[in-house]
């Protein structure tokens, strides 16, 4: 019992991070219908400026949280201007395409810039060691990871849930075409999707770096994968669903690399996500959209 | 009725191919060019394969399949396990079409993981089962000791060369052309254009989707098998979602429901990598950015839904021909 | 009787969407069912052809029972519809429109048309003549090489007749055929529905708004209100019929 409760509090550390990134494709999914296939990219870049912020210019922990946020939101959105925007009336799967182009663009811009050798990512906070009643034991990055995480995506969720904006951006995830005769700016709408959803990203990038401390240009592909799989098993489009989505996924992999051979991780986690949607394809807070004839 | 076709367009495409034949069967044999340019030859057929392939499940059938190298992967292992270790050592050369046939089997078996979700799920979500097959394909491999697991896996015999590269390519594009314009390929159109319609007019469009993606897979395995025989030392890293990811880019490069298309796709980029070598790894960098700008210039691709004449069966051309003709000589005739 | 349903019911979340219809056709007939919008009409129509799967009842064709077939399997047996919405394959050719509709029918199998054998060149050479020879039928076969998103409103409508025609059908379900139409073009195709009933010897159902069109061409017609059937008869029955004209001039229409 209390070994699994110590696995779940890891599960909540991996899942928090799953979680962060898979918001930024869930939020881009809704509004664009995109899956934005660069977004672990972005996740990747967000943990080198993280690294950037606190090796070259020695800001502690929030402010390099706060910086790396505000770069990759930056990048999130000049992406988004530059690559996406043009493809706004092509055949969808351009745009998705490009995405992809621009992944392995940034894997390797990254790759050209600071090498192909791992980086260590330094420590920000005091390490330490906290009992828990039951015999358990926090660690100060779980705290750090899981509050952060948290706080965020309460942060988020009262954003799109309580103010105007957030509420155009829900109208627009329902139906896109209305929305301009309602007065709404669409592009501002969207580009502000891509700023959240990057910096969100970017702090799962920062966050993974203070619990898994080797960062390299290509961590962000099986990880921004598995981020989407987790949108999905969700619901994508679904803000919450995301939520849910990352810790289900986190948790799936902890518990099985705890009874299983750690090579069976992704295995068990792919094959589980394969069932689950051959038997409920909109995921499991997903809207299910009637056949119409 | 008279059919006025010259005797070139009639002709030409079999003696391109013939003439294909000899030079792809002379290089290697007098050495006409440097063994660099050649193995470049190869990964481009290769490539046109696997591109070709994947374009008929993404193109012509309009699904978002984004897992292709794992079907690749199964066709390298199978036949690779064949080669080397079913397949007497003396007769390997000789059997090898059928090892790689093996291969391409054991991908079209593994296909209908893809194919069956197919019948209730369509569009990104399908895109995601076959993202996870990718995956699990690679885990599993990786967890098979006997194919050396995470370690790779050494095949010894180079079997693949020129000439056996150039066939399955054109197999391939034989193969596939035959189907796309035949009644089955027609329901893989229609399936595209407007799934439930489909049905509703009698096209039996799970029997068209379990075609579709065997036949996408099968060619995909077997190109798989020419890879292992060529690189011979295969890895499940080698066929991860950056192998898928390299396909795609080719299939949306050329353009979809196109064959030559994905032949000038997969062309383009095989030797354009090769030709950026020189910028070491700033040439990954500078590769998706021209198909970035490639994307926002001509979003449907090079070719985008347009086919070359000479990939149109000769029968079929004749046919629409033949109505064109008709049209011009009997419109008074169509005013009843 | 070429078709019968008896008893259906399909209830959506709450919504009862067809309640205990009944529906008898007799085989070279041309009926209509009639009924205010959301009355239920195109759901009858999906339930024959197998897109909803109805909670009781049955659908009988030629005395064979349709229920639980895959749509594509009812088209086998000889039901084929037009759609409401034109759901043409817009970007291929109009001649490819009425080809693909031969799948069942094309006689050749896969590994034939793999190698491309001479039958399977002569196969394809009568699908097109068929498919051709259905194209002057509906005045379109000078459109043959068109894409189909390029046609005319109304050449559309006639396309997804002649599509359906194609697979050779003992039952023809038109849904709002004449939807969109000039008046000229409805007094046509009311014409064209009555030559195509004889000349491909099908039995025809549809469901329609145009009541000028509807009251001059069908045998006999069904009223359907909230999935309810209303009345059923003749058209001049119908059209004198009380409950008739309540659940339509409650909406503000008139038949004329």
């Known amino acids: ?293 | ?336 | 009787m070429l078709l019968e349903i008896e008893g259906l019911n399909l209830r959506f979340s709450g919504l009862h969407a067809v309640r205990d219809f009944r529906l008898h056709v007799p085989k070279g007939s041309l009926s209509g069912i009639i009924g205010p919008n959301g009355a239920g009409k195109t759901t009858v129509f999906n339930l024959i052809t197998g897109v909803y799967k109805p909670d009781s009842g049955d659908i009988r064709l030629e005395g064979k029972s349709l229920v639980g077939l895959q749509p594509s399997q009812i088209v086998a047996r000889g039901v084929a519809r037009t759609f409401q919405n034109i759901r043409l394959f817009k970007d291929l050719t109009v001649l490819d429109n009425v080809r693909i509709a031969h799948y069942q029918t094309a006689g050749y199998g896969l590994w034939p048309a793999f190698l491309r054998l001479a039958g399977v060149q002569r196969r394809e050479d009568a699908i097109t003549e068929q498919s051709m020879a259905l194209l002057e039928v509906f005045d379109l076969a000078h459109l043959a090489l068109e894409p189909a998103k390029s046609l005319p409103y109304g050449a559309q409508r006639k396309l997804e007749i002649a599509r359906a025609l194609a697979t050779k059908p003992k039952l023809l379900l038109l849904d709002e055929p004449a939807a969109g139409m000039n008046p000229a073009e409805v007094v046509q195709l009311g014409e064209l529905i009555q030559d195509l009933r004889k000349r491909f010897d099908v039995t025809v159902l549809l469901i329609e708004h145009q009541m000028k069109m509807v009251m001059s061409i069908c045998e006999r017609l069904t009223v359907l209100d909230f999935g309810q059937v209303i009345a059923e008869g003749v058209p001049e029955e119908i059209r004198t019929n009380q409950r008739v004209l309540e659940a339509y001039l409650g909406r503000g229409v008139t038949l004329a």
């Open chain 2, 1 to 336: 009725m008279q059919v006025q076709t010259s005797w070139i367009s009639r002709w030409a495409v079999p003696l391109l191919v013939v003439a294909g034949f000899a030079v792809a069967w002379a290089i290697p044999r007098y050495q006409l060019i440097n063994p660099y340019y050649e193995l470049i030859l190869m990964y481009v057929g290769i490539n046109i394969m696997l591109t070709v392939s994947l374009n008929l499940v993404n193109g012509y059938m309009g699904e978002f399949s984004v897992g292709h190298a794992g079907f690749m992967a199964v066709g390298a292992y199978v036949a690779s396990v064949l080669t080397m270790r079913v397949i007497p050592w003396d007769m390997a050369g000789y059997l090898y079409p059928l090892a790689l046939i093996g291969g391409g089997i054991g991908a079209g078996v593994v296909a209908l993981l893809v194919a069956i979700p197919s019948f209730r799920t369509r569009g990104d979500y399908l895109a995601l089962v076959t993202l996870a097959l990718n995956m699990i394909v690679k885990s599993v491999i990786e967890n098979i000791d006997a194919v050396g697991g995470p370690r790779g896996f050494l095949v010894m015999l180079r079997l693949t060369n020129l000439p056996w590269v150039y066939v399955w390519v054109i197999v391939t594009l034989w193969v596939i052309r035959n189907f796309i314009y035949s009644n089955a390929g027609r329901g893989v159109l229609a399936i595209r254009e407007d799934e439930v319609a489909a049905e509703l007019i009698g096209v039996r469009t799970r029997e068209v989707k379990l075609r579709a993606f065997i036949i996408s897979a099968f060619f995909a395995g077997v190109a798989g098998g020419l890879y292992a025989h060529l690189l011979q030392f295969i890895h499940p890293r080698n066929f991860d979602i950056l192998k898928s990811t390299e396909i795609l880019i080719m299939v949306y490069l050329g353009g979809i429901g196109s064959m030559m298309g994905s032949v000038l796709g997969a062309s383009i980029f095989t030797v354009l990598l090769e030709a950026l070598r020189f910028m070491g790894v700033w040439r990954m960098a500078l590769a998706p950015l021209l198909l970035v700008v490639l994307m926002i210039l001509r979003p449907t691709g090079i070719m985008g839904l347009k086919e070359w004449r000479g990939l149109i069966p000769l029968d079929e051309r004749l046919r629409l021909w033949r109505l064109r003709a008709r049209k011009g000589g009997s419109a008074s005739a169509a005013g009843n």
């Open chain 1, 1 to 293: 019992m209390e070994f699994w409760l110590q696995q779940t509090l890891n599960a909540l550390q991996l899942g928090s991070i799953y979680a962060l990134i898979a918001l930024g494709y869930t939020m881009v999914y809704g509004i664009l219908r995109l899956i934005n296939f660069a977004h672990g990219d972005i996740f990747m870049v967000g943990a080198f400026v993280g690294l950037a912020g606190a090796l070259w210019l020695g800001l502690p922990m929030v402010p390099t949280l706060l910086f790396t946020m505000a770069c990759t939101a930056l990048l999130g959105v000049t992406i988004e201007r530059l690559a996406y925007k043009p493809l706004r009336n092509a055949p969808r799967v351009s745009a998705v395409i490009t995405a992809l182009g621009i992944g392995i663009f940034l894997e390797h811009f990254v790759l050209g810039t600071v090498g192909a050798e791992p980086r260590a990512f330094p420590a920000l906070i005091a390490g330490g060691r906290f009992d828990l009643p039951g015999g358990l034991t926090v660690n100060s990055v779980q705290i750090l990871i899981i509050g952060v995480s948290v706080v965020l995506m309460l942060g988020l969720d009262w954003f799109i849930r309580g103010t105007l904006t957030g509420m155009a951006m829900r109208a627009i995830s329902w139906d896109r075409s209305v929305v301009p005769l309602m007065g709404i700016n669409v592009d501002r709408i969207i580009s502000l999707t891509f700023a959240i959803g990057s910096a969100l990203a970017a702090a799962g990038g920062v966050l993974f770096g203070q619990a898994y401390p080797i960062i390299d240009p290509y961590m962000g592909i099986l990880i921004g994968w598995k981020a989407f799989i987790a949108a999905v098993v969700g619901g994508i489009g679904n803000i919450r669903g995301a939520m849910l989505g990352g810790y289900i996924l986190g948790m799936t992999e902890i518990y099985v690399a705890a009874v299983l051979p750690s090579t069976y991780r992704d295995f068990v986690a792919f094959t589980l996500l394969l069932l689950l949607l051959v038997f409920r394809p909109t995921g499991i807070l997903g809207r299910v959209q009637a056949q119409k004839v």
